[in-house]
Every structure is written in structure tokens, then in C-alpha cells.
């Protein structure tokens, strides 16, 4: 079984920061990409940012220059730190991890929960 397990979520008044933790636990053999993904009430889920084992990161376009991700190998932890944060980025946020529990494993998605983000005055 894999646990993937988010944490940080709250109200926050514009401008204001939030850091986002994701951990992922359980039978794990190897971490590829760990990520964040955003869905507004109303719209579509997209892809806030993501990094991969060889440090990649990929941001949506805009959330550049105000969040940044990071990773914990050790720990099997994503984090990721908003800064600046605007009315626009209110949304439940889901850590998403792709990861191989075995040697011979392709690779499988695992999400977590989701966590509420909520930016207003």
C-alpha cells in the first residue's frame, strides 16, 4: 500500500504565504515525479508546478516567481512554498507522486486527499 499524505492548507489573506507538505509512505521503491495540481471551484484541475528525480521543476505559468517547489528525498517529501498568494489561487491543491513500488514496476500515479487554499480579505 502507498499513503500519500498532504498538510499546510488554509485561509490566507492576499499576499500572504503558505507552504504546502505532501509525504508519500508506504511500499516504495523509487520516487520519479512529485507534483502539485490545483482545481477552482468551477474549472478544470491544472498542473500548479512539479519536480522530477533529476531536479527538473516545471511551474504553471502563473504561479511563476511566487511559488516554488521543492523535495525531500529522504523523507519521500514534496513541499511546495506560495508566496504572494492572489484571490485566483483559492482551490483545493492535490499532491500527486508517480513512483515504483518494485524493480519491474512501469510506474503508477498516487494522489492525495487534497487540501483547501483559500486566499481572501
Known amino acids: 500500500q502507498v499513503q500519500v499524505v498532504e498538510s499546510g492548507g488554509g485561509l490566507v489573506q492576499p499576499g500572504g504565504s503558505l507552504r504546502l507538505s505532501c509525504e508519500a509512505s508506504g511500499s516504495i521503491f523509487s520516487i520519479n515525479t512529485m507534483g502539485w495540481y490545483r482545481q477552482a471551484s468551477g474549472k478544470e484541475r491544472e498542473l500548479v508546478a512539479r519536480t522530477t528525480s533529476s531536479r527538473t521543476t516545471n511551474y504553471a505559468d502563473s504561479v511563476k516567481g511566487r511559488f516554488t517547489i521543492s523535495r525531500d528525498n529522504a523523507r519521500d517529501t514534496v513541499y511546495l512554498q506560495m508566496n504572494s498568494l492572489k484571490p485566483d489561487d483559492t482551490a483545493v491543491y492535490y499532491c500527486?507522486?508517480?513512483?515504483?513500488?518494485?524493480?519491474?514496476?512501469?510506474?503508477?500515479?498516487?494522489w492525495g486527499q487534497g487540501t483547501q487554499v483559500t486566499v481572501s480579505s
Open positions: 500527486y507522486v508517480i513512483l515504483r513500488r518494485v524493480p519491474s514496476d512501469p510506474g503508477s500515479i498516487y
